[in-house]
């Protein structure tokens, strides 16, 4: 059960948030203030509160915050979800900041604000997503090896590990992965989405390739063709979630845009690994990538950066990178131009055409270090509202 309270002097706001949370089984609404600063701090029943929902406004921010600060170093436990009617990104980048669960534009969304509840009740309860290794290839800037590396890390950690690995396309626009590896795709993503939850395993492995009766599956969905069709985070993650339940390992070839579908896909994974190469447009690249995620308060600690054709003597070093972007290189993967282009044009991995060479070698020694890793508590926290209050920005 969530015990909640809220904070709105708006009556509509206020009359949906109560019939919403009265409708909910395991919520109760313990009271109704008009704004944050009525609510007494020193109150011993603060102890049996789960959630505080306020309504926020760059006029009452500063204060407003200063007593979520209040309360959170009293009642560590206790949740806060922002509501507000300004689209200001410097009002929801300092709440995130100030620990503050989520930020949602008012009038609010339902399906929205029902995760966004739903998330908290699951921390509640100790709800934990399965341990599995979900790990995303990024990079917002194309041609920089983000599916090389996909496929040829995917294929490695499945030999390495005799576990059921999935290679997930998600590149939108292209089939890359097929043709790397020389594979037709069998549905398109419509028909998977639909049919995805209520397939046994039997069933969900039909619908891949098994490459080469190892135990790599290649999941890429033909391109839609349907005009009508969008992808949504819901639809990313009903398919990241229904693979959870079969494969040790997935392994995303993700797009090069950033929006709410990327979103979901980064919060379905527990490491994300971002792809640079050593010159200045992909370091800048990486650099607003980084930017964004801390400017909507998204948690990056789980991100990794992989120098991706790596030239030892080159006019750009590793530490001008790591001094631009202020983080470390994870791992660098040698310039072999001429051996990955031959294992691509007989539709195989680096592993299986020239496995001495020195990127083959590389992608090994990468898969064996991830699988080295902990991911024990590192599934990522989405902010459900973010992305809607950058759309309605842009608007």
Request: hydrophobic share 40%; with cysteine; net charge neutral.
């Amino acid at each position: 059960m969530l015990n909640v309270i809220i904070a709105d002097k708006n009556k509509n706001s206020k009359d949906f948030l109560k019939n919403f949370l009265e409708n909910c089984q395991n919520t109760e609404i313990i009271g109704f203030y008009d704004d944050l600063n009525l609510l007494d701090t020193t109150k011993e029943n603060l102890k049996k509160i789960d959630l505080i929902i306020f309504d926020i406004d760059s006029n009452n921010a500063d204060e407003f915050l200063k007593i979520v600060k209040k309360i959170k170093e009293k009642f560590k436990n206790i949740n806060f979800i922002a509501l507000s009617y300004e689209i200001n990104s410097e009002l929801v980048t300092k709440t995130l900041k100030e620990g503050v669960k989520d930020f949602l534009l008012k009038p609010v969304i339902p399906n929205i604000f029902e995760a966004t509840i739903k998330k908290i009740e699951n921390e509640k309860n100790n709800i934990k997503t399965n341990n599995i290794a979900t790990i995303n290839i990024f990079s917002n800037k194309g041609g920089v090896g983000k599916t090389s590396l996909a496929v040829n890390l995917a294929y490695q950690i499945a030999k390495k590990t005799s576990k059921k690995v999935c290679l997930l396309d998600f590149s939108f626009n292209s089939e890359d992965v097929c043709t790397f590896l020389n594979i037709q795709p069998k549905f398109n993503i419509d028909f998977i989405v639909n049919n995805i939850e209520t397939s046994d395993e039997k069933l969900l492995l039909s619908l891949m390739d098994n490459y080469q009766n190892s135990n790599l599956y290649i999941f890429s969905p033909q391109k839609e063709l349907n005009i009508n069709f969008k992808y949504t985070p819901q639809k990313i993650t009903k398919i990241i979630n229904s693979l959870k339940h079969i494969f040790s390992y997935i392994i995303i070839d993700a797009p090069n845009t950033i929006d709410e579908t990327t979103l979901a896909i980064l919060n379905g994974s527990n490491l994300t690994l971002l792809i640079c190469l050593l010159n200045l447009i992909s370091i800048r690249n990486l650099q607003k990538n980084y930017e964004l995620f801390d400017n909507i308060g998204y948690k990056n600690d789980k991100m990794k950066i992989i120098v991706n054709r790596y030239i030892e003597k080159s006019d750009i070093t590793i530490k001008d990178l790591e001094d631009t972007v202020k983080r470390n290189v994870y791992f660098k993967i040698p310039n072999n131009y001429l051996t990955l282009i031959d294992a691509i044009n007989l539709g195989k991995t680096v592993e299986e055409t020239n496995p001495q060479s020195n990127i083959a070698k590389a992608y090994g020694s990468l898969a064996q270090e991830i699988i080295n890793l902990d991911f024990s508590n590192t599934h990522r926290e989405y902010n459900h509202g973010i992305f809607n209050i950058l759309r309605r920005m842009g608007e």
